[in-house]
T-cell receptor, first 114, second 107 residues
Framework: EPEVTQTPSHQVTQMGQEVILRCVPISNHLYFYWYRQILGQKVEFLVSFYNNEISEKSEIFDDQFSVERPDGSNFTLKIRSTKLEDSAMYFCASRMGGPGNTIYFGEGSWLTVV | KNEVEQSPQNLTAQEGEFITINCSYS?????LHWLQQHPGGGIVSLFMLSSGKKKHGRLIATINIQEKHSSLHITASHPRDSAVYIC?????????FGTGTSLTVIP
């Protein structure tokens, strides 16, 4: 079964450093998402991406965050200057169509900021 | 303000029991999703519902659009069903997630 893959599975970074989390969505999917889950809390929406641009973003997704689809297969989330509170599991997801289509999640990238 | 509420937060059941997890939402949604999160953190989509009922193996999901309520049922529960079950949905691409129901099935 096709799957969404994410790398790295776990990253430890110093506060203030830039981090790039990578995702390879399912190949024929058109909608891409990033979510985060702080330990012990619920999953939160960060951003959705369609047709090479951000379609929606939450208030969490401030200027420190950016997303890119650099080569037609990868979908990246960049955090420019990490803060301690950015420590979380980051999930990438994709789906073929918009709302009303099944969404597929990656296994997550666990980011620890020290 | 929680757009999606789940109950119970924690649930322990004996193997073989029938389990129900409830989800209420206050936002307009195009579809409601039931997700399963494994202890390692990975999330799997179980169901996507916009009306009625769906069944997959021992899992059944129902939704009442008028009452903005959905339920996930597990028949003949098994220890391998132990996981966190999350409902989520939203009006567009932005999902609101419930806090999850942590299910433990004891042999």
């Amino acid at each position: 079964e096709p799957e969404v893959t994410q790398t790295p599975s776990h990253q430890v970074t110093q506060m203030g450093q830039e981090v790039i989390l990578r995702c390879v969505p399912i190949s024929n999917h058109l909608y891409f998402y990033w979510y985060r889950q702080i330990l012990g809390q619920k999953v939160e929406f960060l951003v959705s991406f369609y047709n090479n641009e951000i379609s929606e973003k939450s208030e969490i997704f401030d200027d420190q965050f950016s997303v890119e689809r650099p080569d037609g297969s990868n979908f990246t989330l960049k955090i420019r200057s990490t803060k301690l509170e950015d420590s979380a599991m980051y999930f990438c997801a994709s789906r073929m169509g918009g709302p009303g289509n099944t969404i597929y999640f990656g296994e997550g990238s666990w980011l620890t900021v020290v | 303000k929680n757009e999606v509420e789940q109950s119970p937060q924690n649930l322990t059941a004996q193997e073989g029991e029938f389990i129900t997890i409830n989800c209420s939402y206050s936002v307009g949604i195009s579809a409601l999703h039931w997700l399963q999160q494994h202890p390692g953190g990975g999330i799997v989509s179980l169901f996507m519902l916009s009306s009625g009922k769906k069944k997959h193996g021992r899992l059944i999901a129902t939704i009442n659009i008028q009452e903005k309520h959905s339920s996930l049922h597990i028949t003949a529960s098994h220890p391998r069903d132990s996981a966190v079950y999350i409902c989520a949905g939203g009006p567009g691409n932005q999902f609101y997630f419930g806090t999850g129901t942590s299910l433990t099935v004891i042999p």
